[in-house]
């Protein structure tokens, strides 16, 4: 598989990923709880297969590649704390620190968007890495929440948010990756 279509499957499974845990975020759905923590659990595993690939699919040492690894071991992170009971304060703390680790990777990430020489789609790789940043945080600051005061619902509703900021962040992403990618596969035909 070329890095073009590398970067654009990698995409593709982590808004899938980010979109499915954002699902099991939702308290207002009406499913079972343990249903709720698997689509958090596959919704990581995919988003840190597809930020690994996104990652392997860099041309070069950036940012973006640097950004992607850091969300790879955030969603890492999120996995190992949902595997080992999400109840437990000890894994809690460990999510927390996994969503902490994503926001830092959507940052760095985007910063490399600034500097792109690809036109196309950068607009929306901005907006999108910089709200999948804010929902990580968001997040994080909700497991935060919710460890300092469990009688509240206040950090579940931050997380929810958070996770659905997150989603919206990494569909504008994945259209803004598939025309960045697209034009250089059409400036790499043109040479």
Same mark, same amino acid.
């Given at each position: 598989?070329?890095?073009?279509?590398?970067?654009?499957? =990698?995409?593709?499974?982590?808004?899938?990923?980010?979109?499915?845990?954002?699902?099991?975020?939702?308290?207002?759905?009406?499913?079972?709880?343990?249903?709720?923590?698997?689509?958090?659990?596959?919704?990581?595993?995919?988003?840190?297969?597809?930020?690994?690939?996104?990652?392997? =699919?860099?041309?070069?040492?950036?940012?973006?590649?640097?950004?992607?690894?850091?969300?790879?071991?955030?969603?890492?992170?999120?996995?190992?704390?949902?595997?080992?009971?999400?109840?437990?304060?000890?894994?809690?703390?460990?999510?927390?620190?996994?969503?902490?680790?994503?926001?830092?990777?959507?940052?760095?990430?985007?910063?490399?968007?600034?500097?792109?020489?690809?036109?196309?789609?950068?607009?929306?790789?901005?907006?999108?890495?910089?709200?999948? =940043?804010?929902?990580?945080?968001?997040?994080?600051?909700?497991?935060?929440?919710?460890?300092?005061?469990?009688?509240?619902?206040?950090?579940?509703?931050?997380?929810?948010? =958070?996770?659905?900021?997150?989603?919206?962040?990494?569909?504008?992403?994945?259209?803004?990756?598939?025309?960045?990618?697209?034009?250089?596969?059409?400036?790499?035909?043109?040479?």
């Amino acid at each position: 598989m070329n890095s073009h279509l590398k970067e654009i499957f =990698g995409s593709v499974l982590s808004t899938i990923g980010t979109i499915e845990a954002a699902l099991g975020s939702t308290p207002q759905l009406p499913i079972n709880q343990q249903l709720k923590i698997d689509l958090r659990l596959q919704g990581n595993i995919l988003q840190a297969t597809g930020e690994a690939l996104s990652a392997d =699919g860099q041309g070069t040492y950036s940012l973006e590649l640097i950004g992607d690894e850091v969300q790879a071991v955030g969603n890492s992170l999120v996995i190992t704390g949902i595997l080992f009971d999400p109840n437990k304060d000890l894994n809690q703390r460990i999510i927390i620190a996994g969503n902490w680790f994503q926001a830092l990777g959507s940052f760095v990430a985007l910063c490399d968007e600034f500097f792109d020489l690809t036109p196309s789609g950068r607009s929306l790789n901005i907006v999108g890495g910089f709200l999948q =940043g804010i929902g990580n945080s968001m997040q994080a600051k909700g497991g935060i929440d919710a460890l300092r005061d469990k009688e509240n619902d206040t950090g579940e509703e931050f997380g929810f948010y =958070g996770s659905w900021i997150q989603a919206i962040g990494a569909v504008l992403s994945l259209i803004g990756q598939i025309k960045e990618e697209l034009q250089e596969i059409a400036l790499h035909l043109n040479e």
